[in-house]
């Protein structure tokens, strides 16, 4: 039915950078907020930031002044550019949107590993 798609993840060095796409497809009512977590091995999942319909972003303060995130509400398409990555980074990141129903979609997670 609805369908999000991640890319952009990888393998980088400390004080690197990644940008992560996340593009929703399939039949589904308009959406609102959009957003990345992540989870690290033997942790849970945790915000890293979202952003509202109009854009207002939201951020975890482990990445406050390195991730920017943004959408494309055109292409139902959401960003998450990781500058200065540090070890501390590395985990699978899942894109998650919300319909104007609150619905929740989750994408399948990319890996992003910072290590030297």
């Known amino acids: 039915q609805v369908q999000l798609v991640e890319s952009g993840g990888g393998l980088v060095q400390p004080g690197g950078s990644l940008r992560l796409s996340c593009v929703a497809s399939?039949?589904?009512?308009?959406?609102?907020?959009m957003g990345w977590y992540r989870q690290a091995p033997g942790e849970q999942r945790e915000l890293v930031a979202h952003?509202?319909?109009?854009?207002?972003?939201n951020y975890a303060n482990s990445v406050k002044g390195r991730f920017t995130i943004s959408r494309d509400n055109a292409k139902n398409t959401v960003y998450l550019q990781m500058n200065s990555l540090k070890p501390e980074d590395t985990a699978v990141y899942y894109c998650?949107?919300?319909?104007?129903?609150?619905?929740?979609?989750w994408g399948q997670g990319t890996q992003v590993t910072v290590s030297s």
């Open positions: 952003i509202t319909r109009n854009g207002i972003p």
């Open positions: 399939g039949s589904m009512f308009s959406l609102a907020a």
């Open positions: 998650n949107a919300r319909d104007v129903l609150i619905n929740d979609y």
